[in-house]
C-alpha cells in the first residue's frame, strides 16, 4: 500500500544549491501535481502532468521545472534554490479528473534553503 | 481575494459539542468541491466531498450552495480526535485543486 511516496523527507539546502525532489506513485494514475505549503497559506500548486510526457504551469511555478518521463514519476527540480523556497512540497496524484475522486497526497518533503 | 476563504480560527469546543465551519470561493467555473483534514502539518486527508444535496458521513455533514457559492461543514458530537485543520478545497479544470488556507479545531475533554 505505498500509494504516493516523496523522497527526500526533509533536505537543507544553501541558497544556490540545485536538487530534484522525487513523487512516486504505484496506482497507475494519470495525473500529478506538486504543491508547496507555507505558514498562514493554503497549499498552492506549482506544476502539474496530465500524462506521461506532459507538464503544466500552477498558480507558482517560477524557480521550478518539472518532468514526467514515467507515468509513476513526476520530479521537482530547484534549479538555483532560492530562501524564498523554504516550505513543504506535496505530491498528489488521481486518476480521475472532472470527478469528485480525490487527488492521494504523499507525505511531504520539508525543504529549508539558508 | 483569495479564491477560497476560510475562517482560520482556531475555534475551541468541548467534547460533544457541535461545531460548523464554513468557505466561500470566488471561481464560479469550480468543478467540485471537497473537505480536506491536515494534522499538524501532514499530508492533507480527504475527509469528504461536497455535494449540492448535501452529504453525510457519520457526525460530518457538508452542504454546497453553488448560487452563494458557499460551503459548510458541520461536526456532531465533536471527539478529541477531531482536533485538527479543516481544509476548503475546490477543483478546477484537471482536477487543480484550490486549498483554502484552512481552519483549526481543537476539542478539549
Known amino acids: 500500500n505505498a500509494g504516493v511516496t516523496q523522497t527526500p523527507k526533509f533536505r537543507v539546502l544553501k541558497t544556490g544549491q540545485s536538487m530534484t525532489l522525487l513523487c512516486a506513485q504505484d496506482m497507475n494514475h494519470e495525473y500529478m501535481y506538486w504543491y508547496r505549503q507555507d505558514p498562514g497559506m493554503g497549499l498552492r500548486l506549482i506544476h502539474y502532468?496530465?500524462?506521461?510526457?506532459?507538464?503544466a504551469k500552477g498558480e507558482v511555478p517560477d524557480g521550478y521545472n518539472v518532468s514526467r518521463l514515467k507515468k509513476q514519476n513526476f520530479l521537482l527540480g530547484l534549479e538555483s534554490a532560492a530562501p524564498s523556497q523554504t516550505s513543504v512540497y506535496f505530491c498528489?496524484?488521481?486518476?480521475?479528473?472532472?470527478?469528485?475522486?480525490?487527488?492521494?497526497f504523499g507525505d511531504g518533503t520539508r525543504l529549508s534553503i539558508l | 481575494r483569495k479564491e477560497v476563504e476560510q475562517d482560520p480560527g482556531p475555534f475551541n469546543v468541548p467534547e460533544g459539542a457541535t461545531v460548523a465551519f464554513n468557505c466561500t470561493y470566488s471561481n464560479s467555473a469550480s468543478q467540485s468541491f471537497f473537505w480536506y483534514r491536515q494534522d499538524c502539518r501532514k499530508e492533507p486527508k480527504l475527509l469528504m466531498s461536497?455535494?449540492?444535496s448535501g452529504n453525510e458521513d457519520g457526525r460530518f455533514t457538508a452542504q454546497l450552495n453553488r448560487a452563494s457559492q458557499y460551503i459548510s461543514l458541520l461536526i456532531r458530537d465533536s471527539k478529541l480526535s477531531d482536533s485538527a485543520t479543516y481544509l476548503c478545497v475546490v477543483a478546477t479544470g484537471f482536477q487543480k485543486l484550490v486549498f483554502g488556507t484552512g481552519t483549526r479545531l481543537l476539542v478539549s475533554p
Open positions: 498528489a496524484s488521481t486518476d480521475r479528473p472532472y470527478s469528485n475522486q480525490p487527488q492521494h
Open positions: 461536497v455535494y449540492s
Open positions: 502532468s496530465v500524462g506521461e510526457g506532459t507538464t
